[in-house]
């Protein structure tokens, strides 16, 4: 019996140490993130995760119990076999969900979740999109980790084997009772009524040390755990119903439309240029950083520039969603991934197609990629050129061909559209690996994101280029051009990704077709990319009835506030306040307010959009 309990607790032990070497591994991967924290806040990193590892752990433990338990009682090997196969299974996935979890990480600065799964539906696209390093790094660090741990676990760990115990049934199944008892127990985090969650891993006010704590492989089975049932039922439904449509109608009730006409005619054109990853960061005039787009300042210059823009969403396929149909992205899904719901949201692009446009979009690259294609379509596009359609002798890198081509293409082909149209055009050379061609200056800072910078000023330059020739065809005095991010991403500022500068995205309006008085302003509104379609639509006259979710822009008389999703519900950006909300735990972390009524009015604000938007979601 003696043997027997130091086996399960040598399994309890072993696990642990795994998890501790793959929770250092991300520490090292993310030491950019902990300048300036003291030795023992990083080293609470290793301390205040137990009871989530534990509760993980416990998961794992229950068929190696179960099958230690029963070779007490059986005297056979196929309880052995079966947990060597076993254990030998789980050593390998952890192993790659710990990595993974590493390139998640690095790419996205959130952890492994069922979302991220949703992208390997397309593995090809994964590994062009991945940089060599991170690829290298998780196929490497996956099979030596597993190797290791595999060879400790057989050598150490499960020899020698458990002995019978003649006559020993009864006596097995009272040990397998109380202890799957414990073992339930362990994974609940306890006896109390609550059971334990990702709150009982932080502890600091750093994100990174936070984030490293919780257990990848727990976060990944809570994450597919949730999605399976939130298909069904709302989680973000705090209050009573009719509270929340009135505080959410509150939001989007205009006392006057008067609206600022910024257009010379209704009739133009509209080139909708969308930029993959451009944080406005990478924008002088916003953010005081000379060097990295100098043709879009030159730009704002004669055009429209928006200063408080921010996307609602972490990934391509939200910010499209936004664009084009004004529906704001929620937790866990992409809407882009279920045909039953995209089908039933609105377009811009149909309300066009209505009023006599003819629409086109072009993209570098493969757009079965977060099922981009089947939505474009959706949207009942009356042309859409991905990578396979354009000429094969273009250059290109792994992930799309080099925007320099894709834009020079488009300018060809819209010499050979009709008037009006709306066309879109979204960039890839932003996107990783950032293999773009090396044709212009390079920035030579010291930043881990130079390469991204890098790739900004390239498409900055092609921008440049498109314009220089857009501005030479019949077409171009009566288009409108609008630049704007898909979403934004991690820069040399080193921005926290929970916070609103993380999101702030550029959009520049611009064209000969802007009033002159217009040319060379900004906007200063708070707003997001979800009030862009209806903001483009007021300003050709055409019905916004169905965009329920966005504001006018260019109205002085709308709400200023944007939200963006998170993984456990959203954030809240509202003038100069924020809020983070987890919706899952109904819960706001502490935020800056000065005023507690203020505080908690906003508060529910946010609490009623999360909870009838998810709802709308769940009735589409």
Known sequence: MIHYLITILKHYLFWFLFFVLGRLFFLLANISGLSGIALTEILMTFIQPLRLDYSTISYIMVIPFILITIKLAVNKNFPDIILSIYSI???????????????VYSEWSTKINYK??????????????????????????????????????????????????????????GLLIVGLSIQFAGIRGGISQIPISQSAAYFSKNQTLNDAAVNPTWNLMHSIVNFSSLNQKNPFAHLKQNTAESLVEELFT???????????????????????????????????????????????KEGILFTRLYSNGHRSQQGLSALLSGFPPVPIHNITDNFEKYQKLNSIVRDLNGKGYNSSFYFGGDLVYGNLKAYMMANQFDKIVEEKDFPSNLERGKLSIFDEHV????????NQEKEPFFSMIFTGSTHSPYDEPKIVSQLDWKCAELPYLNSAKYTDYCIKKYLDMAKLQPWYANTLF?????HSHRTHKERDYHSPEYQHIPMLWFGEVLKDEYRGTTVD?????????????????????AYEWSLDIFNPNTEEFAAFETSWGLNWIRKEQFL????FQNYFYPSSFENDSIKNREQLYGKSYLQILYQQYLDF
């Not at 400790?152 to 049934?169: A, D, E, G, N, S």
């Not at 609008?482 to 898909?486: E, P, R, S, T, Y």
Request: net charge neutral; hydrophobic share 45%; with cysteine.
């Open 89 to 103: 299974i789980l050593i390998t996935l952890c192993s790659i969900i710990i990595f993974s979890d590493i390139a």
């Open 116 to 173: 991220a799964l949703t992208y390997l539906q397309n593995p090809d696209e994964v590994i062009k999109s991945a940089s060599t390093f991170h690829t290298v790094m998780v196929i490497t660090g996956s099979i030596l980790m597993a190797a290791a741990a595999i060879f400790i676990y057989l050598r150490f760990i499960i020899k020698p084997k458990v002995k019978t115990i003649p006559r020993f049934y009864f006596q097995s199944i």
């Open 254 to 300: 205009i006392e006057k439309d008067t609206t600022i006409r910024v257009l010379k005619s209704q009739n133009v054109n509209i080139v909708l240029i969308v930029l993959e990853s451009w944080s406005a960061d990478l924008i002088e005039t916003i953010t005081g950083e000379k060097g990295i787009t100098p043709y879009f300042n030159q730009l704002e």
């Open 407 to 414: 834009l020079t293409y488009h300018i060809k082909e819209m």
């Open 482 to 486: 609008i630049l704007v991010a898909d």
């Open 525 to 545: 509104k708070l707003c997001s990319q979800v009030d862009i379609p209806l903001t483009i639509l007021k300003q050709l006259q055409i019905s916004t009835d």
């Open 580 to 583: 983070r909300y987890d919706g």
